[in-house]
């Protein structure tokens, strides 16, 4: 699968940024897609995910900010982005892996096959 991140930008806290990972290969359908984030000079880390049959998990310093979702019609994921806050300055990436993945998979990076290049997020204070 071949992905391609997008949406990234510069807003202000409390601001909202809708991030956009379109896909290609015909196993998107079926793929756990996730997105993690690296902030500058620290390690990338797991931010949401979504099963192939729509059940999502977060981590717990987005919940209730942030929502992903996906659209396979169009082979493309969504990240939805509310209330953003300084610290959620990073390079957003999105990645698949193959089938569903089971909970204590997701959080991993070497879960996932492929990735995209990533898109800058930057909120200002």
């Known amino acids: 699968v071949l992905l391609q991140a997008s949406g990234g930008g510069l807003v202000q806290a409390g601001g909202s940024l809708r991030l956009s990972c379109a896909a290609s290969?015909?196993?998107?359908?079926?793929?756990?897609v996730a997105w993690f984030r690296q902030a500058a000079g620290k390690a990338r880390e797991f931010v949401t995910a979504?099963?192939?049959?729509?059940?999502?998990s977060s981590a717990d310093s987005v919940k209730g900010r942030f929502t992903i979702a996906r659209d396979n019609a169009k082979n493309t994921v969504y990240l939805q982005m509310n209330t953003l806050k300084p610290e959620d300055t990073a390079v957003y990436y999105c990645?698949?892996?193959?089938?569903?993945?089971?909970?204590?998979?997701?959080?991993?990076?070497?879960?996932?096959?492929?990735w995209g290049q990533g898109t800058q997020v930057t909120v200002s204070s």
């Open positions: 990645a698949a892996g193959a089938g569903s993945l089971i909970s204590s998979s997701l959080r991993r990076l070497a879960s996932y096959d492929d």
């Open positions: 290969g015909r196993t998107f359908s079926r793929s756990t």
């Open positions: 979504i099963r192939s049959h729509g059940a999502t």
